[in-house]
């Protein structure tokens, strides 16, 4: 299966701890981006990396939160310090350079703080 | 302030019938606009544009048309099958200002066909 992958698909954890999950791209795509999308919402953009470089975070993205693409392949998403507000479904999504629209996402990984 | 709006969340049409879902953006500087398909479990899967200096664009049973003065667009799925039965999101790239590469998307439209 070349598609991007994510792991864990699930993950259920007390209001306090620390998280993180992993994002692994299509082999080719070098960017790469973390979503989050809450029950009855579309998608919403969290942060973006070109490469290893991380080129934009949203104000969703609060101090507790923090990404990582070390040498422009797998990506991390931490949650510190979780909250129950972060219950979610994480998703995360890889493109082509020339490409940046058609954005391929991952099967998400779904936290719940409880 | 929500820059694309799905006003129906749930839309039921018969097999073989015509789908037509619906999205009205804000920002008339959109370049792009995108549907995106996702089924229970799975994350959302790209599935058609259209760019801003194109009025239609088709792929298959797909259709995406697109009213630049009403602020409009809309997906046709003819003819509609089962396996359509998905919740579908209209997305835009960026916004005005910002990156061309997040995208914003609605809050999607729940399609079922029934058999």
């Known amino acids: 299966d070349t598609g991007v992958s994510q792991d864990p698909r699930h993950k259920i954890t007390k209001r306090g701890q620390n998280v993180t999950f992993r994002c692994d791209p299509i082999s080719e795509h070098n960017r790469l981006y973390w979503y989050r999308q809450t029950l009855g919402q579309g998608p919403e953009f969290l942060t973006y990396?070109?490469?290893?470089?991380?080129?934009?975070k949203s104000r969703l993205l609060s101090d507790r939160f923090s990404a990582e693409r070390p040498k422009g392949s797998f990506s991390t998403l931490e949650i510190q310090r979780t909250e129950q507000g972060d219950s979610a479904m994480y998703l995360c999504?890889?493109?082509?350079?020339?490409?940046?629209?058609?954005?391929?996402f991952g099967p998400g990984t779904r936290l719940t703080v409880t | 302030d929500q820059q694309v709006k799905q006003n129906s969340p749930s839309l039921s049409v018969q097999e073989g019938r015509i789908s037509i879902l619906n999205c009205d953006y804000t920002?008339?500087?959109?370049?792009?606009f995108l549907w995106y398909k996702k089924y229970p479990a799975e994350g959302p899967t790209f599935l058609i544009s259209i760019s801003s200096i194109k009025d239609k664009n088709e792929d298959g049973r797909f259709t995406v048309f697109l009213n630049k003065s009403a602020k409009h667009l809309s997906l046709h799925i003819v003819p509609s099958q089962p396996g359509d039965s998905a919740v579908y999101f209209c997305a835009v790239p960026g916004r005005s200002g910002g990156s061309n590469y997040k995208l914003t998307f609605g809050k999607g439209t729940l399609l079922t066909v029934n058999p």
């Open positions: 920002n008339s500087m959109f370049d792009y």
């Open positions: 990396f070109q490469n290893e470089a991380q080129l934009e």
């Open positions: 999504a890889s493109s082509l350079s020339g490409r940046p629209y058609e954005q391929y």
